[in-house]
């Protein structure tokens, strides 16, 4: 009877080891009969444990890595962005800067012109910048609007204009 319980005993034991249930205390000594492997805090995980513990460990990498590259996306198309902005304002602060010199130029032939060229040339500036002429009935400047004139020269180096 005592060999009997023994052979039960020495069965159960043999199926534990095949099943993988006794390879975490087998794993100091080399005996595991699955995968083992010591992770985080000296907890030691084994089978289907150690492959899930795997699984969860690459994924949040995977998510660390993929919230990386989205951050440095978003970086990149701010940058970008801002980069647009600040060309765009220094084209437009170009474009103001050349119609106000072409003003200023403009209006210096237009004080030294003759009558009949004065309107020509206030024709010409009156396209480039409406604001600065006063018109007739029929849409054909007649003068200079003062204020809009001083609005598009400001800031420019026009001399003996103003």
Known sequence: MVGGLGAIALAGLVAL??????DSTLYKVGLNYTACATKTASVVY???ALTAYDRRAEQRVRREAAAKVAERRTAE??????VEQK???EHIEQESILRAERLCRL???YLQASSGEQGR???LMAQIAPGVAKYNMFGRPIGFNSSG????LAGS??????
């Open 17 to 22: 080891y095949f099943t993988g249930a006794l």
């Open 77 to 82: 198309r701010k940058a970008t962005k801002e």
């Open 121 to 123: 040339i206030l024709e």
């Open 149 to 152: 004139l001083k609005l598009q």
């Open 107 to 109: 209006l210096h032939e």
């Open 87 to 89: 060309t765009a304002i």
């Open 157 to 162: 180096s026009c001399t003996g204009a103003k």
């Open 46 to 48: 084994c089978g289907n």
